[in-house]
């Protein structure tokens, strides 16, 4: 008997946990605000650039802040993959829970979305640095990072025109050899060459996001040997670039870093008032995760490819630096109408610049 009375009372208070999670999820269901899902690569939302811009535009729709984000696990939330193994399981999982979308930063994402999407056609999907995916249930945001990256450029060669630099060398930092990178590297080499043509030009890929103490050894390397100013377009192994650019600013040395995608001055912070980061890239990938899930939201999300350039307002540059010459980011500025309208043309493919003679041979970027 009394085992019977103590089966009774388990299944009493199983009834009653299963009857509170369906009234919970019967409640969740009658919100109709839209959730999400992200989904990155092994540098996480904390890489401090691409990702952590893609974060930032889905903590805004929910009017959250990165700092304190109140909604997450309500209505969005984010899983890192450690190793690209685990990209289809992770977005298997996550179309399988129902989110409204789920996305994916990074091209190293496109084989595992085409494949899940092709299979879930149900479910929506978004993916940023891809424009080739055929499934009508993905929304690919690419963007014109020659242009910014051009920007860039311009600030470096006119900043050593200001400093009084005599023949300023300039290196680029890549991540994992990409057309994306590419685009990146371009851009930059271009901008310099408009105001510095015969300027010395080095590259360097790290072939990794997270190896930033790849890239603090090239740039020492590089510093000790003359090089101005480095942009590192590396995802989390670009952070090496600025640990090095600060440690050698606060010894006195007058060489810079430039950021990428998110504004990165605070991250090259060596007093409390002077930053190593001269300029940062900004590519607003938030726009993109902020865009979809707006669509969602009035309705009107659908597939296909959309581009950000700097007439969408997808690229900029960061002016945040005190120490950037008002003078210089006057020019700059100036400068965005012409690329804006076209009369300043700006090659991403290396193919491309190559063949119009305004970027050097023998670089490691790829198309």
Not at 30 to 55: E, V, Y
Request: with cysteine; aromatic share 10%.
């Amino acid at each position: 008997m009394k085992r019977i009375l103590a089966l009774l009372m388990v299944l009493v208070v199983m009834t009653s946990i299963f009857a509170g999670g369906a009234q919970e999820a019967s409640s969740a269901k009658a919100d109709d605000t839209p959730t999400i899902r992200l989904m990155t690569d092994a540098t996480g939302i904390d890489d401090k650039s691409f990702n952590a811009a893609a974060w930032r535009g889905i903590t805004a729709f929910y009017g959250d802040t990165v700092a304190n984000a109140a909604n997450r696990g309500k209505y969005y939330d984010v899983v890192t993959a450690q190793t690209q193994d685990m990209y289809i399981p992770n977005l298997q999982q996550a179309s399988d829970e129902g989110y409204s979308l789920i996305a994916a930063t990074g091209f190293t994402f496109a084989d595992a979305v085409e494949q899940v999407a092709s299979q879930n056609p149900n479910q929506n999907y978004m993916i940023v640095d891809v424009n080739w995916l055929s499934s009508p249930n993905i929304r690919q945001y690419i963007f014109k990072e020659e242009e910014g990256s051009y920007l860039v450029g311009l600030v470096a060669a006119l900043q050593s025109q200001a400093e009084g630099v005599k023949n300023a060398k300039f290196g680029f930092i890549g991540g994992v050899p990409s057309s994306t990178i590419t685009k990146f590297e371009m851009g930059y080499i271009q901008g310099i060459h408009a105001i510095l043509p015969n300027a010395e030009i080095v590259d360097y890929y790290t072939n990794d996001w997270g190896a930033p103490d790849k890239a603090k050894a090239q740039a020492k390397n590089w510093f000790d040997n003359g090089v101005y100013c480095v942009f590192s377009a590396a995802g989390g192994s670009g952070n090496g670039t600025i640990a090095q650019a600060k440690e050698y600013r606060l010894a006195g040395k007058n060489v810079w870093a430039i950021g990428v995608d998110s504004d990165q001055y605070e991250d090259g912070l060596y007093t409390a008032t002077d930053s190593a980061v001269l300029t940062s890239m900004e590519k607003k990938v938030e726009n993109a995760t902020l865009e979809a899930l707006n669509l969602l939201k009035e309705g009107k999300f659908e597939g296909g490819v959309v581009e950000y350039g700097l007439a969408q307002q997808g690229v900029d540059y960061a002016k945040t630096n005190k120490a950037l010459s008002a003078d210089v980011a006057a020019k700059v500025d100036a400068a965005k109408a012409d690329i804006v309208s076209g009369k300043t043309k700006i090659y991403g493919k290396y193919a491309d610049a190559l063949k119009a003679g305004v970027v050097p041979a023998g670089l490691g970027a790829i198309d």
